[in-house]
Nanobody, 121 residues
Framework: VQLQASGGGLVQAGGSLRLSCAAS????????MGWFRQAPGKAREFVAA????????YYADSVKGRFTISRDNSKNMVYLQMNSLTSEDTAVYYC???????????????WGQGTLVTVSS
């Protein structure tokens, strides 16, 4: 599966952004999908993940209550709604797909190119 993330940009602290990830290829619904991010000078970290048919979602503690992951299998899309953004959320955000049910980046086989989110304080 090929992944294309979009929706990043510059936003003020306290604002919102919605990231989108378009998947091409077959059997999108067979993949566990996640969002990861990498801030300058830091390691890539898990943000959120969603099970194949949206039955379960998972969040990093740092975004819980502020971010919402969702997917639309009919459109081969995954979304990340980000609210109450802070400067700590500034990073390149990547969508990724895994055949395993996991929140660990090493288990994700497919990655998008990343979209930059910059939060100004």
């Amino acid at each position: 599966v090929q992944l294309q993330a979009s929706g990043g940009g510059l936003v003020q602290a306290g604002g919102s952004l919605r990231l989108s990830c378009a998947a091409s290829g077959q059997a999108f619904s067979s993949y566990f999908m996640g969002w990861f991010r990498q801030a300058p000078g830091k390691a890539r970290e898990f943000v959120a993940a969603i099970s194949r048919y949206s039955g379960s979602t998972y969040y990093a503690d740092s975004v819980k209550g502020r971010f919402t992951i969702s997917r639309d299998n009919s459109k081969n899309m995954v979304y990340l709604q980000m609210n109450s953004l802070t400067s700590e959320d500034t990073a390149v955000y990547y969508c990724a797909g895994s055949t395993a049910q996991s929140v660990y980046s090493r288990t994700y086989e497919y990655w998008g190119q990343g979209t930059l989110v910059t939060v100004s304080s």
